[in-house]
């Protein structure tokens, strides 16, 4: 499968522990986008990256929350403290950099704080 | 600020009947458009996307959008819907000046009787 990957599929944690997503884009691409999709809402920006960059994070995007991507591929989203506030599905994207900027979605990792 | 704004959060229709999703969005610039669709348990999936050129966009399994400027809006029809169709309809819209993060609705769940 030569898609959007995303590791783990499901976390379950308790309120304060710290979690790590991982997120594979489609290897061709140089753009990495994180969102965050709550029950019934659309997903929101979070955060995306350009090759190693980090070019824009959202006001969402709290301390507790940060973003890697240190080689241009693969992405970490680590969450510190985590709260119960922050269950919700992470998904991550990735594109080509381009005026036409379509966007191709992994599965998401599903987060549950206790 | 861009923003989507999605008419109808639940449409319940039998099969055969024709489809109309309501999207418009709020955006002074150029932008490019995009309907996304959720199947259950999958991940998200471009359905269609508009950039340029003839506002009437035809995409995946029959489905079509209109892209009006100057109502804003862009629209998701379908002729004649399937139970298959049962699914999460995202519009979502980019700057092209940008081309960097994606504003999606918040989605209309759509659910076809057999």
């Known amino acids: 499968d030569t898609g959007v990957s995303q590791n783990p599929r499901h976390k379950i944690t308790k309120r304060g522990q710290n979690v790590t997503f991982r997120c594979d884009p489609i290897?061709?691409?140089?753009?990495l986008y994180w969102y965050r999709q709550t029950l019934g809402q659309g997903p929101e920006f979070l955060t995306y990256f350009q090759n190693e960059a980090q070019l824009e994070k959202s006001r969402l995007l709290s301390d507790r929350f940060s973003a890697e991507r240190p080689k241009g591929s693969f992405s970490t989203l680590e969450i510190q403290r985590t709260e119960q506030g922050d269950s919700a599905m992470y998904l991550c994207?990735?594109?080509?950099?381009?005026?036409?900027?379509?966007?191709?979605f992994g599965p998401g990792t599903r987060l549950t704080v206790l | 600020a861009q923003s989507v704004s999605q008419h109808n959060h639940h449409v319940i229709l039998s099969e055969a009947a024709s489809l109309e999703l309501g999207c418009n969005y709020s955006?002074?610039?150029?932008?490019?458009l995009f309907w996304y669709v959720q199947y259950p348990g999958q991940h998200l999936q471009l359905l269609l996307k508009?950039?340029?050129?003839?506002?009437l966009v035809k995409g995946i399994k029959g489905f079509e959008a209109e892209f009006i400027k100057s109502k804003f809006s862009f629209n998701l029809r379908k002729p004649s819907v399937q139970w298959s169709d049962t699914a999460e309809y995202f519009c979502a819209v980019n700057a092209q000046s940008s081309a960097s993060k994606i504003i999606f609705g918040s989605g209309t769940r759509l659910s076809i009787r057999p």
């Open positions: 994207a990735s594109s080509f950099a381009s005026r036409n900027n379509e966007q191709f």
């Open positions: 508009y950039f340029s050129g003839d506002p």
């Open positions: 290897s061709e691409h140089n753009r």
């Open positions: 955006y002074g610039g150029t932008v490019n």
